[in-house]
């Protein structure tokens, strides 16, 4: 039998996972989905507390994160190709004029 | 007028007088300055008329007005003058309009007088609040004005100074914010009201109640913020630069009022505030103010430069104030008081004189200055007779205070006194070594043709070597007015913490009568000489 | 009870009331009048003195000590001042001859400043000089003193750097004036010290308490010795002594009035007028007085042998008399030392205007080198000059010899060798006023022989090739003529024959409160020691004559360098303050731009430098951005654990 | 179909409180429906007009319920998620000035650049929505789309000025680090909700009044989450890199808006979980808080006065502005809270009309944000440069400022918490940030102009801004009492009644 | 049963997240996170979340991840990223130090914590959606009456994702861009 420590253990590792890749990836696009991840983690977690719990409010907070990822990538999404458009290929290196 | 209203028209008229020179066309320059005189100068009679309604025979605050300000915070505007203040406001009152006449702003006259008035406010504010929020607030806000007369007007290396000023004297007043708040904050748990409260008076009546350590702790965040505005050795070392940089009256009005700021806070909210922190920190304090003494006119006497010079003298003067207050007994603290006066009027007079000089040669180092007396005699007397003054010739204002001073730090602590007396010689020194070189000798062609005092400097002048006549020769008004309160500090002081003020003892009064009387017998048994 | 007594305020006010009046308009009176108002004003306050005197007079022996209080000046807690006068025998005696011989050296300035710019400004320091000095004598407390003491110290100030455009005269007056500090800070400590302990400062209130609750020896002590010091300033006695000779660069008037006859003498008044603590003191206490006096006036007088320039002589020979002063006070002997002050008051002033009317007639040249058979020359000169000079030398009936004799008298009684030393100051005195008297008056005109001058270019700085000596203005030589007469006859104020003409001994008792010491031996011994000493001071002046008109030793031999140059002791003080004094003060200055003007430098530079370290963690990377946010946030999980309980 | 809805009991709504929420969110809807249709038809100043008139529709809205929270107390609406109490309503007052400012210093700036104004004004609008949210939200979900609500727009706010790479550099910069940070508040409030099995912050409070969960390793870890996400937000060291990069990059009346709006929000939001909500277990986060406080105040003064660009030290000095509210945040004390209100009202002002000057300063392409473009202002637009000292005056602290109050209430609370050393370390910082704000006085008034600077030109709005906040900086400053009490009566705690 | 669903779908969701920080192609990336948010589907449905396990699929895998790949596809930024160096120096030790710090600490708070108090659960309901209500139904119920404020809030997000992605996406004047390109580069 799977007890909660099981799922919350997977969902701290793939926050981790999801952090350390924001840190270590240079596309702005793959920051994104490492994003997402940590999102997922996030659900993972409440929908864990929520059957532990036995309270809905943790599936209906996952439905809002879905929501708030969403837009989130909708506008990420936007700025980066804004930025694309002035400077091809550019990575999140490549943006450090602002500095000091 | 009425009595309670004369404090806040005092504090104020300069501001209106600043608002109307704000208002004032550009096109319209000429009328600028005698606005600012005006002002200053009602300003200073109504100061005098202050000295005048005064009731010298009552220690206690006068002309006292109070009334809620920021309730919630427990702070009133709460103002009123006393013995230990009313010179100092009367000098305030004196000091500003001669600055103001004395010396013209090379460019931007309306900033220039607008800053001057709001930094008179500013002062006056500080001598007359008995609240200490509304002190606090009056004592950092006069750091702008002067920062602006400094760095705006002033010479070469202004903007160091300024800074320099700036900062230094606000870190010095940092402090004290946490340690004004700390003091009441714990009052008030003490208070039977439970109500917050800021107001000088009442906290001091409750000093009593404070944990020893603490009151100690805060004192200090007191005292620094003091010393610095004093400033007291060693953190002494934005004066030579302020003064050196700022413009004539930017240097009097430093000298004259600002330093008295310090001075004055160490009375009124060292010693009234804190008497056992101040006890138990005096001898700190008055160590040293004495080293201030030889140290300043040490260091003084190797300047090469006349205002920085002055500016030094400050620092060993402002050591005998310093070592007066803390000698806690009557004829020290009214001697650091008069002291206060007389430094007023004798460096600021200097720091004129010396602006005068600049404004002729465009120099102040003393190497390129000499013969100066041939060259204008009116100038050299008037300076020589403030430089007596400084060092505290009698006859002139600067002995009484300093004769004062000494007494009572020699009743209170005799080595310091001693060491301190030793200053004398020292100012002698540096002054007469500097008077020498510049207006000794035979004048060179740069110094031969440079004209003497104009009817109006002379004018300014005037009651300068007025004043400082006549408080060497009679001095007796302001002590008396002094008297009475420095008495109720000393009692409140010996109240609170139950000490004994260390004095004299009373002798039996006695003259050459009552000599005879007592020894009828001499001379009779006179051996024959031959 | 006599108004005459209560008219004391006078005698100073009228020297004030000249001040203010030529502050106010001496430019405009100009020359001579500013100089005549002066000289009225001293003469009036000399008119007033004896008024006071003859009011005094009129009071019992034991009464006369009028106290005379006009307003409270520091009244401070247990401090309380007054402006008050003290009319009593010892200040009058000083204040009669303050203003005599004040009013006659005011006349003989009119002369003597002819012709200079500031001839109304002199005036008006001469003026305020006498002010300061007669409020020194007749203040009726310490501070009031003070006042009066400083005061003079300033005024000699002003007068000796009169002529400002000289740098040596500059310095000069800043030398006598910071010189004279130091001995102040005695006084002023000595004040302090007399407050703690008797909590006033009127001499009336001090000796009362003394008389009725004592003092303890070692405070009294104390007082006498600091007061010692500032007398030493004042009336330079060694090591204090070296701004005297210094001050001889002021015009002669002032070096007469100030640096011989009243100035000088206010240490001895002061020591005198405490005298009631000094009797209270520890016995080595008036033993050191004695002996700081005795070196003084030995030292002074050796030098005195060997100086060329004639003010400078006479201003050794000034500080040589002094220190007699001093030994009569550490003997006891009060009334010699005023007597002797007296005396040479009118003797020194008189050679001091009789050396002024020589360098006047010699277009300013001091140097006795190149004097020599004025005598026909400046006949007044001449012949008043030789009255002083027998008068210092001792030679009776003159003043100078009964005041001297006394003194001898009670060193004598005090201790032998003083005796012995004060004797050979006494005969080096005639000795070196007779070498004056000689090159001066006598011998071979030096003045224009050639060769002389030549060899005295070296050190003079103008040799003045043809000279026409000539006899001063009656308005100089009137004072000279008045002064000679004082100097022969002023012994007759305190004849030693008998109690009764011993005049002012009996004057000055009440002042004395019978502190003054006694003989302790008869008449007979007394005959005895003034045969010595007439012989000694003949001795002395034979001596000088077979020195200098004989040519029996050669002068070189006598005047040893080390004697010209003073015993080195203003050098050794030049040049510590100019070397390790200097370097001190310098170091002083260097500490506080270096170090604590640093420390607040430094302290501005760390921030910034922080900042700018601080700065590289801003490197526009988003990545270490987050990463930062990543550390902060274990950083945080880090402390919470430590809170977490397993 | 029916008797399922039957069984599905809507909750009783109650308006009056939501009424600004919905405004200020309805004015942006309709904004956008307005352009969408009419736009061409509209003047130019339009969009500005009407997110100010919209913004004092929230001011007018927001008594009333001022005048509720008073009558009845704290107390909380739409089934528990809303809070209704002065604290969320004071907040609310300041988002709409801000807001409203923040349009009269834009009008001009979008002109000068030729930025699309109606977006511009809806997003401005829209994200104030979301911190009126995180204001009054008593429900971690809520705070949450609060939060995402408000900088979602502020990305786009910031990136939007597409002829400056810097600004889309600052976007993406903030927009990465932005979604980092609260996916760790997310994760926070999950923890959270996994230790006190409640989203809801009277469900919260109550759990910890009723149990003991100081230990509780869910519970901690959940606070270290959301003070990194609200960290984050208010600019607090180690959480502050974005800060000057952003501020410089963005457009200059989008930071107003940050330094005041997003801040004012970001502090609301930690003041309402961490004391309202974790109130219990205040010993456990304080001494955080603490640190936090003392690093902004440090880093943030020391590493201003080293910058050269206004903007740039502008954002440094916010970085010490924050860490100065923190120490009153970590009194942790009704004081605290109202000494924290206040200044966010002073500092709001400061912020805005600082930015509104640079706005007008740095010219076209809102380029010249340098402090040489600062120099001899005094002469060349004097009342300008009066205005700006006062404000930077103020930031410093200097009497007779709101400024000074700020830091004053602010320390008192410490002081009364006896936290003496963080008051001592506050104070001293304030010195060294002194001296930055004394350098651009300097520029302005003790440098010369250089010749050839062209003439400044200041459109009405930001003028009025300017005016604004200049005179509400002195007013206050010289009798704060009527705000100091305002902050005062906030009430912020969750005693609630029912509805 | 339950256990090697878990393990399965832990491994899947494991798996594709490392694709996702390890593929040098975005493309690979995404597809490998498409992997994890399947089984992260799973993993709901393990957990009786089968609602959620729906949109998570529709939403993430149908709507998000294909929004990635279109602008993968659109910026044509399909180049690989050469993950052998790291030009921060420092970066990767100290973001594997983060990593295991944050995993270390999460698992201890994780087990240090019990979780809460199933008392103040505000609702109480029989999540397993064996009784008369669904899953589905208890969701909603919840969504529309104490959410409903967040639900309406959710409008507003959108209307901002919407506005910010034209805002963004609005070209400017040819000229000028052109010569923006031209002195980017």
């Known amino acids: 039998m799977v007890t909660a420590s099981w799922y919350l253990i997977l969902a701290a590792a793939l926050f981790t996972i999801g952090a350390v890749g924001l840190l270590v990836r240079r596309n702005p696009l793959i920051m994104f989905m490492c994003v997402e991840l940590m999102l997922n983690a996030v659900n993972l977690t409440f929908i864990t507390f929520g059957r532990e719990l036995n309270d809905i409010g943790g599936q209906v907070s996952v439905f809002f994160v879905l929501v708030v990822a969403a837009a989130e990538v909708v506008v990420g999404l936007a700025i980066v190709v804004a930025i694309n458009r002035r400077r091809p290929q550019a990575t999140a290196d490549d943006l450090s004029a602002l500095r000091g | 007028m009425d009595g309670s209203m004369v404090l806040p028209v005092i504090i104020f008229l300069p501001l209106v007088g600043a608002a109307a020179i704000a208002l004032i066309a550009p096109s319209r320059s000429t009328v600028l300055k005698p606005v600012a005189v005006a002002t200053s100068a009602a300003t200073g009679a109504l100061t005098l008329w202050l000295m005048a309604a005064f009731d010298k025979n009552d220690g206690d605050f006068q002309f006292t007005q109070l009334t809620e300000w920021i309730g919630s915070a427990g702070i009133s505007w709460h103002v009123g003058v006393d013995g230990i203040s009313l010179f100092l406001v009367v000098l305030t009152g004196v000091l500003f309009p001669l600055a103001i006449v004395a010396c013209d702003p090379p460019h931007d006259a309306k900033a220039y007088y607008i800053w001057l008035l709001v930094l008179e406010t500013g002062c006056l504010g500080v001598f007359l609040s008995l609240d200490l929020v509304l002190f606090f607030l009056f004592f950092e806000v006069v750091l702008i004005p002067m920062y602006f007369l400094i760095g705006s007007w002033g010479h070469e290396n202004r903007k160091y100074a300024a800074t320099k000023f700036f900062l230094f004297t606000m870190l010095g007043s940092a402090l004290m914010l946490v340690g004004m708040l700390t003091l009441a904050l714990l009052a008030k748990d003490y208070s039977d009201t439970g109500e917050i409260t800021f107001n000088l008076i009442e906290l001091a009546n409750s000093a009593g109640e404070l944990p020893t350590i603490t009151a100690r702790w805060i004192f200090l965040s007191f005292a620094l913020a003091f010393a610095v505005k004093v400033p007291i050795f060693p953190v002494h070392t934005w004066l030579p630069d302020a003064h050196t940089e700022a413009p004539t009256a930017g240097s009097v009005i430093l000298a004259g009022v600002m330093l008295k700021l310090g001075t004055y806070g160490l009375v009124r909210f060292g010693l009234y505030l804190f008497p056992e922190a101040s006890r138990y920190f005096a001898p700190l304090l008055f160590t040293l103010g004495v080293i201030g003494i030889l140290y300043g006119a040490v260091v003084a006497t190797m300047q090469r430069d006349l205002k920085r010079l002055v500016a030094y003298s400050s620092v060993a003067h402002l050591g005998f104030i310093v070592l007066g207050i803390f000698s806690i007994n009557t004829e020290g603290i009214e001697g650091g008081l008069l002291q206060m006066v007389n430094h007023g009027l004798s460096t600021g007079a200097l720091f004129l004189l010396v602006g005068f000089i600049y404004e002729r040669r465009h120099t102040r180092q003393i190497s390129e200055m000499i013969g100066l007396q041939k060259a204008a005699p009116v100038l050299a007397a008037v300076f020589t007779v403030v430089m007596l003054s400084s060092v505290g010739l009698p006859g002139l204002n600067g002995f009484v205070g300093e004769f004062l001073i000494l007494a009572g730090a020699f009743v209170a602590h005799r080595w310091w006194a001693v060491v301190a007396a030793a200053g004398v010689i020292l100012a002698a020194l540096y002054l007469l070594w500097a008077y020498q070189r510049v207006f000794h000798g035979t004048p060179d062609d740069a110094n031969r043709s440079m004209p003497d005092l104009n009817w109006q400097e002379k004018l300014v002048m005037l009651p300068l070597v007025g004043l400082i006549v006549f408080l060497g020769v009679y001095p007796k008004p302001v002590i008396e007015r002094m008297e009475p309160a420095v008495n109720a500090l000393i009692e409140h002081m010996e109240d609170i913490e139950g000490f004994e003020s260390p004095t004299v003892d009373d002798r039996p009064e006695g003259s050459f009568e009552d000599l005879r009387t007592l020894t009828d017998d001499y001379g009779s048994d006179e051996g024959e000489g031959h | 009870m006599s108004t005459l007594v209560d008219l004391v305020w006078l005698i100073p006010a009228f020297p004030l009331a000249g001040v203010l009046i030529l502050m106010a308009m001496g430019r405009r009176l100009g020359e001579p009048r500013a100089g005549w108002l002066a000289t009225a004003m001293m003469g009036g306050s000399f008119i007033a003195t004896v008024l006071v005197f003859i009011g005094l007079v009129g009071h019992e022996g034991d009464e006369r000590e009028i106290v005379v209080t006009l307003f409270e000046w520091v009244p401070a807690g247990k401090l309380a001042v007054d402006i008050g006068f003290l009319a009593d025998p010892l200040s009058i005696t000083m204040a009669l001859f303050v203003t005599g011989v004040g009013a006659l050296i005011h006349l003989y300035s009119i002369g003597y400043m002819h012709g200079d710019e500031g001839f109304s400004k002199f005036f008006i320091y001469l003026n305020l000089f006498a002010f300061s000095m007669l409020m020194l004598v007749l203040g009726d407390n310490l501070l009031l003193t003070f006042l009066g003491w400083e005061g003079v110290g300033a005024c000699s100030y002003l007068l000796i750097s009169f002529w400002f455009t000289d740098e040596a005269n500059a310095s000069a007056g800043k030398k006598a004036f910071v010189t004279n500090r130091v001995g102040d800070w005695g006084f002023l400590v000595a004040m302090l010290l007399a407050f703690l302990t008797f909590g006033s400062l009127q001499y009336g209130e001090i000796f009362f308490d003394l008389e009725q609750n004592g003092v303890a020896a070692s405070t009294a002590s104390a007082i006498v010795v600091l007061l010692l010091v500032g007398a030493a300033g004042k009336s330079a006695q060694f090591p204090l002594h070296i701004w005297l000779p210094d001050a001889m660069a002021g015009p002669t008037p002032v070096s007469a009035l100030i640096h011989a006859a009243t100035m000088v003498t206010a240490g001895v008044y002061l020591l005198t007028r405490m005298n009631p603590i000094i009797a209270a003191s520890h016995d080595w206490v008036p033993d050191l007085i004695m002996w700081v006096g005795l070196g003084t006036a030995l030292m002074a007088a050796t030098i005195a042998v060997a100086q060329n320039d004639i003010k400078k002589v006479l201003a050794y020979s000034t500080v040589s008399q002094l220190g007699f002063m001093f030994v009569a006070v550490g003997s006891g002997a009060y009334v010699a030392a005023i007597f002797h002050m007296v005396t040479h008051a009118f003797f020194k002033a008189l050679l001091f205007l009789g050396a002024g009317s020589v360098i006047h007639g010699m277009d300013g040249d001091q140097d006795i080198r190149r004097y020599g058979g004025l005598a026909r020359l400046l006949p007044i000169t001449s012949l008043t000059f030789v009255a002083g000079w027998l008068a210092i030398a001792g030679v009776p009936p003159f003043s100078g010899f009964w005041s001297k004799d006394e003194i001898l008298a009670y060193a004598y009684g005090e201790n032998k060798v003083l005796w012995l030393l004060l004797l050979i100051t006494a005969i080096l005195t005639a000795f070196y006023m007779t070498r004056l008297v000689l090159m001066t008056f006598f011998g071979p005109p030096r003045w224009t022989d050639e060769e002389v001058e030549a060899e005295a270019d070296e050190e003079a700085e103008h040799a003045l090739p043809h000279r026409h000596p000539h006899e001063s203005p009656w308005t100089m030589t009137v004072p000279l003529v008045m002064l000679a007469g004082l100097a022969m006859v002023a012994g007759v104020i305190n004849l030693p024959f008998a109690s009764d003409v011993h005049f002012l001994g009996n004057w000055l008792k009440p002042s004395l409160l019978g502190n003054e010491g006694h003989l302790s031996f008869g008449g007979g011994t007394q005959w005895v020691l003034a045969i010595v000493a007439i012989v000694g001071s003949l001795g002395g002046v034979s001596a000088g004559a077979a020195v200098y008109i004989r040519r029996r030793i050669d002068p070189a031999r006598i005047e040893h360098p080390f004697l010209a140059r003073a015993w080195r002791v203003d050098e050794i003080v030049t040049n510590f303050m100019g070397g390790p004094g200097r370097r001190a003060f310098e170091r002083t200055t260097q500490f506080d731009e270096q170090v604590v003007d640093g420390a607040v430098n430094a302290t501005g530079t760390l921030v910034r430098r922080t900042g700018t370290k601080l700065r590289a963690s801003q490197t526009g990377l988003v990545r270490s951005y987050a990463l930062g946010i990543a550390v902060g946030a274990v950083a945080l999980l880090v402390w919470f654990i430590t809170r977490a309980g397993f | 179909m029916l008797s399922i809805f039957a069984q599905v009991d809507i909750p009783h709504i109650e308006w009056l409180p939501l009424i600004p929420h919905v405004v200020m969110a309805g004015a942006a809807v309709v904004l956008l429906t307005i352009v969408s249709v009419a736009g061409r038809w509209l003047p130019r100043w339009f969009p500005a007009a009407w997110t100010v008139a919209a913004g004092l529709a929230v001011l007018a809205t927001a008594i009333p319920v001022w005048i509720r929270a008073w009558q009845e107390g704290p107390h909380s609406v739409v089934a528990g998620s809303i809070g209704v109490d002065g604290f969320s309503v004071f907040i609310i007052v300041l988002l709409a000035c801000t807001v409203v400012l923040t349009a009269l210093v834009s009008d001009g700036f979008l002109q000068r650049e030729s930025l699309d104004g109606p977006a511009f004004y809806v997003l401005l609008m829209l994200s104030a929505t979301g911190g009126i949210a995180m204001a009054s939200a008593n429900n971690l979900i809520v705070l949450f789309l609060g939060l995402e609500i408000l900088s979602l727009a502020v990305y786009v706010l910031v990136a939007m000025h597409l002829r400056r790479a810097e600004s889309q550099e600052a976007g993406i910069k903030y927009f990465v680090l932005g979604a980092f940070a609260s996916a760790f508040l997310l994760y926070g409030i999950a923890l959270v909700y996994g230790a006190t099995g409640s989203l809801n912050l009277i469900g919260i409070e109550g759990a910890l009044r009723t149990n003991d969960l100081s230990d509780n390793g869910l519970l901690l870890a959940g606070m270290a989450m959301l003070l990194v996400g609200f960290g984050f937000k208010v600019a607090a060291v180690p959480f502050h890199a974005w800060t000057p990069d952003v501020y410089q990059g963005a457009p200059s009346p989008v930071v107003s808006y940050m330094a005041a709006g997003v801040k004012a929000a970001g502090f609301a939001a930690l003041l309402r979980v961490f004391f309202a909500g974790f109130g219990e277990v205040a010993d456990e986060w304080q001494p955080v808080i603490f640190g936090l406080a003392i690093a902004s105040l440090a880093v943030g003064s020391l590493m201003a006065i080293v910058q050269t660009d206004v903007k740039r030290i502008l954002a440094y000095s916010s970085i010490s502005h924050a860490g100065f509210i923190l120490v009153g945040v970590q009194a942790a004390t009704h004081d605290g809270v109202a000494s924290v209100l206040f200044y966010l009202a002073a500092y709001a002002a400061m912020a805005i009309g600082s930015f509104a000057v640079v706005t007008v300063v740095s010219g076209p392409g809102d380029e010249g944000t340098a402090l040489d473009n600062l120099r001899g202002l005094a002469s060349r637009r004097p009342l300008l440069a009066a205005g700006f000292t006062v404000l930077l005056l103020s930031q410093a602290g200097i009497p007779f400022t709101a400024g000074f109050w700020a830091k004053f209430e602010v320390i008192t609370a410490a002081v009364d918490a006896r936290s003496f050393w963080l008051a001592v370390i506050a104070m001293l910082a304030a010195v060294v940030a002194a001296f930055l704000y004394l350098r651009i006085v300097v520029a302005m008034f003790l440098d010369a102009p250089d010749p050839d600077a062209p003439r400044l030109h200041i459109p009405r709005g930001p003028a009025l801004a300017i005016t604004i906040v200049v005179l509400f900086t002195l007013a206050f400053g010289i009798y704060p009492e009527p705000l100091l009490s305002l902050a005062d009566d906030a009430w912020l705690n969750l005693r609630l009644r029912a509805h | ?185």
Do not use: W
Request: proline letters at 1%.
């Open chain 5, 1 to 185: 049963m339950e256990t090697a669903v878990f393990i399965v779908c832990a491994a899947i969701v494991l798996a594709g997240a490392l694709g996702v920080v390890l593929a040098r192609n975005p493309v690979h990336a995404a597809l490998s996170l498409v992997g994890t948010l399947f089984g992260m589907a799973v993993l709901f449905l393990n957990l009786e979340a089968h609602f959620l396990a729906a949109v998570q699929i529709i939403v993430y895998a149908g709507a998000i991840v294909v929004l990635f790949l279109f602008v993968i596809m659109l910026l044509g930024v399909d180049r690989l990223e050469d993950l052998s160096v790291e030009p921060i120096t420092g970066q990767r030790a100290l973001a594997a130090i983060v990593g295991l710090g944050t995993f270390g600490l999460a698992v201890a708070f994780l087990l240090s914590g019990d979780i809460g108090l199933r008392s103040v659960g505000i609702l109480k309901l029989d999540i397993a959606g064996t009784g008369q209500y669904s899953n589905l139904r208890q969701i909603a119920d919840v969504l529309f009456t104490d959410y409903v404020y967040a639900f309406e809030a959710t409008a507003a997000l959108l209307t901002i994702s919407v506005v910010g992605a034209v805002v963004m996406s609005r070209r400017m004047a040819r000229s000028d861009e052109a010569q923006e390109t031209a002195e980017d580069d």
